[in-house]
């Protein structure tokens, strides 16, 4: 089993940049594809961004690409999501989750292990 903690939201003015950090603990935080998703009010989670194993692979949603980055650190257990160019529609919780997938899948259903979520707001 997998854990997994989000942090690194809060409260930004659109045009801002933000870094989110999701930190695994449990079995070989390798051994997991990872994604990023989001959930805004009134609307169902959505997939933002996700990365295979060895950080070789990213997959990103069309709105978020060009604008967002996932990486991940495996000696650190950690996956990130830099953002940059927050919208606020980029508002939402964000939720990372863990799946034994190879490569980065675009639904929720796919992921095993979830966090709790952050919240990123955006908003003058």
């Known amino acids: 089993q997998v854990q997994l903690v989000e942090s690194g939201g809060g409260l930004v003015q659109p045009g801002d940049s933000l870094r989110l950090s999701c930190a695994a603990s449990?079995?070989?935080?390798?051994?997991?594809?990872m994604g990023w998703f989001r959930q805004a009010p009134g609307k169902e989670r959505e997939f933002a961004a996700g990365i295979n194993r060895s950080g070789g692979t990213t997959v990103y949603a069309d709105s978020v690409k060009g604008r967002f980055t996932i990486s991940r650190d495996n000696a650190k257990n950690t996956v990130y999501l830099q953002m940059h160019s927050l919208e606020p529609e980029d508002t939402a919780v964000y939720y990372c989750a863990a799946t034994t997938a190879s490569t980065p899948l675009k639904y929720s259903s796919g992921y095993l292990y979830w966090g709790q979520g952050t919240q990123v707001t955006v908003s003058s």
């Open positions: 449990g079995r070989t935080f390798s051994s997991y594809t």
